[in-house]
């Protein structure tokens, strides 16, 4: 059958995978709304107060992958410029000037001041002053003639220095006179329209068109423009609520809630900045590797040696190398040397308990929002990098908690209590009555933090086990048996105790790592705490600033980890 090279067949094919409706396109990067969203969280402990405003106003939108958006924009910006344009070629503000500065001092003429007040009066009108004239008016009874006269002169004040504002800021160039009422009309509706083109050409970078006053374009805008306007306030809203849903923000009854998938990209991208801060020689991510018998087997293999387990034997070379020796022929004699062991690898397994000092002190500078920040990174990090190993969190105050990690962005410095500048308190915490409500909850008990976090610790199938303490400064809450002391400031007593339960965490092989974040209030003291905190417990401290917590911590555990490893 003869080719017929002029008809074209086959299959044609039509992309379903890219809506234009949807926005942006594929090529672009969707802009992050989880972030934003979570850095509200951790701030405040709550999404309750996040408006639709507000997580727009921090996400960034590419205006020109909205159809029509630019030409819309700059339409309207074109109309307001013309609208003020055509009022300043009409009026002049000479002749206003002159009638509000007389209507000024026709009202001071006619007042009259008690002789008490007279030079007061009259230094206050020579220099125009608006404040001393309120002085003036607190001064006398309200209900006489003055007080009245005082109230009208302030009114015409006000507008000669209104007027006077309207004559500066805009170059009228026209003849027509004004009134006094009809120059503060006019000052009105020009600083609308600055306001306007302001706004308008904000949104024709960023495309948040809901940051446009409508209702104050509406007095100038026709209602095509507005159709045409709103509609694509209706688009830019849509493309909002699908991008946060495809990041995981789920919206109900007006509010938004993040999901599982908005924690782990919350994550993914606390983590990209931390690496992407990483310079030569700092910690990276590629683990270290043990060669021998480990769980993961590996491509690379090595000649047998006694000892070595045949499970991990490479079957095809090592057939190989007996046929190679031996030649064609059967049988196949395979003798040690023919044997080839795949290498493997072992990541033994950590076990960590990050304590999170959540402490009245810890809401100077923002610093319990660092503290969570660097608790989701880290946990991002072990669940993605090393799956096996144990990541728990406590929350220390007076009363220390174990807390799920899909709670701690919620957390919050605990509320202070009580302000005397020495406390000393105690608590039968075996009294029935007695419950966390009944204490005060801002203050720091190490001792108790530690104890649990050993507690955790202990029961986890691996030599390797930490204790991350994060704090500012010094203990002020300890227990004694069943007494719970809070002393501030802080007692040796505390001290003591503190450090006694750190060399339990030291008698169980388990390591502290203390990061003392750096505070306005901390003292001498509270370093030399940590020193020693960090002798008796084998341990080590870190000096941070709030701001590179995160990136310390998750550097550390990689050295630690590879440490271990190694």
């Known amino acids: 059958m003869r080719e017929n090279k002029s008809h074209l067949g086959g299959i044609v094919h039509t992309y379903l995978g890219y809506d234009p409706q949807r926005y942006p396109m594929p090529a672009t990067q969707p802009p992050d709304m989880v972030s934003p969203a979570f850095e509200h969280l951790m701030a405040y402990g709550t999404l309750d107060y996040l408006t639709e405003e507000q997580l727009a106003e921090a996400i960034e939108i590419d205006p020109s992958q909205i159809t029509g958006f630019g030409p819309s924009i700059a339409a309207l910006i074109a109309m307001l410029e013309q609208r003020k344009q055509k ?141 045409n306007l709103a509609g694509l306030q209706d688009h830019v809203e849509q493309l909002l609520e699908q991008m946060a849903a495809e ?3 789920r919206k109900k009854g007006g509010q938004y809630s993040l999901t599982p998938k908005a924690f782990k990209i919350f994550q993914s991208k606390l983590l990209d900045r931390i690496f992407a801060d990483l310079q030569a020689g700092k910690s990276g991510r590629h683990n270290v590797t043990i060669d021998g018998d480990g769980a993961v087997e590996m491509q690379r293999t090595k000649t047998y040696e006694f000892g070595d387990s045949l499970a991990n034997m490479d079957v095809g070379a090592s057939m190989v190398n007996a046929m190679v020796r031996t030649g064609p022929g059967l049988p196949i004699r395979m003798k040690p040397e023919d044997i080839e062991i795949h290498l493997t690898r072992n ?28 608790a989701l990174a880290l946990h991002g990090l072990i669940r993605t990098e090393y799956p096996g190993d144990f990541v728990d969190f406590v929350e220390i105050a007076t009363l220390p908690k174990r807390q799920h990690i899909s709670a701690v962005p919620a957390l919050l410095p605990k509320p202070v209590t009580i302000h005397d500048p020495v ?88 390591t502290i790592n203390i990061f003392l974040l750096s505070s306005w209030s901390q003292t001498e003291e509270d370093v030399q705490f940590a020193n020693k905190l960090a002798e008796q417990a084998s341990g080590r401290v870190f000096y941070v600033g709030g701001q590179d917590l995160d990136r310390f911590v998750v550097w550390d555990y990689l050295q630690r980890r590879r440490t271990i490893i190694g």
Not at 348 to 372: H, L
Not at 435 to 451: K, V
Request: aromatic fraction near 8%; charged fraction near 30%.
């Open 87 to 227: 009022i300043l070629a009409t009026y002049e503000t000479d002749s206003v000037q002159h009638l509000a500065a007389g209507a000024f001092r026709e009202a001071a003429h006619s007042a009259r001041p008690p002789q008490e007040l007279r030079k007061r009066f009259d230094r206050a009108v020579r220099e125009e002053q608006i404040a001393d004239l309120e002085r003036l008016w607190y001064r006398v009874d309200q209900r006489n003639s003055f007080a009245r006269s005082l109230v009208q002169i302030n009114h015409h004040l006000g507008n000669k220095y209104q007027i006077e504002e309207l004559a500066a800021k805009y170059a009228f160039t026209g003849k027509r006179p004004m009134s006094v009422e009809e120059a503060l009309k006019i000052k009105e509706e020009l600083e609308a329209i600055d306001r306007l083109i302001e706004q308008l050409k904000q949104a024709a970078k960023d495309a948040k068109i809901y940051l446009v006053d409508l209702e104050a374009l509406a007095r100038f805008a026709d209602e095509q423009e507005m159709e």
């Open 247 to 249: 990041q995981g923000l």
């Open 347 to 374: 990541n033994p397994k950590c076990a960590t308990v990050v304590c999170m000092d959540m402490s009245g002190s810890m809401r100077w500078d923002g610093q319990y929002i660092n503290v969570k920040r660097m």
């Open 423 to 510: 406390v000393r308190l105690k608590a039968d915490m075996s009294d029935a009555n007695m419950t966390e409500y009944s204490i005060h909850p801002h203050f720091t008990n190490i001792q108790q933090g530690l104890a649990l976090a050993r507690q955790l610790l202990q029961v986890q199938d691996t030599p390797n086990r930490q204790i991350i303490l994060i704090t500012d400064g010094m203990p002020t809450a300890h227990f004694e048996g069943h007494w719970l002391y809070m002393l501030y400031p802080p007692d040796p007593r505390t001290e003591r105790q503190t450090i006694r339960e750190a060399m339990r965490c030291r008698e169980q092989n388990i």
